[in-house]
């Protein structure tokens, strides 16, 4: 497993949940733009990884709703591993 995640309705919500967060003396990562959603992270004591994400803007934020999942979308900051996730993919049927 590599992380738990939970999502929030929008960004308002999300630092909500941020602050109730910090203010109970959790360590918590700023909002990040994962360009389908927008994160936060935190990390409890025994390592597990929680992030905390937006519905918005969303998968359909770059392809049509009705052909979501017919292409491969990467978010922009793993662009430069697309190569290889294309090879690890097996191929889909048509």
């Given amino acids: 497993m590599h992380h738990v995640a939970f999502v929030v309705e929008d960004r308002a919500a999300q630092l909500e949940v941020r602050k109730a967060l910090t203010d109970t003396g959790w360590q918590v990562t700023p909002p990040i733009d994962r ?11 025994g390592g597990v990884l929680f992030e905390v994400a937006t519905h918005k803007p969303g998968f359909d934020r770059d392809e049509d ?6 292409a ?16 690890a993919l097996p191929a889909l049927a048509d």
Avoid at 65 to 70: D, I, K, Q, R, S
Avoid at 72 to 87: D, F, M, N, S, Y
């Fill in 65 to 70: 709703a009705a052909h979501l999942g017919e």
């Fill in 72 to 87: 491969l979308k990467i978010p922009t900051q793993h662009t430069h591993l697309r190569a290889q996730v294309e090879r």
């Fill in 35 to 45: 360009d389908y959603s927008w994160a936060i992270y935190f990390r409890t004591l």
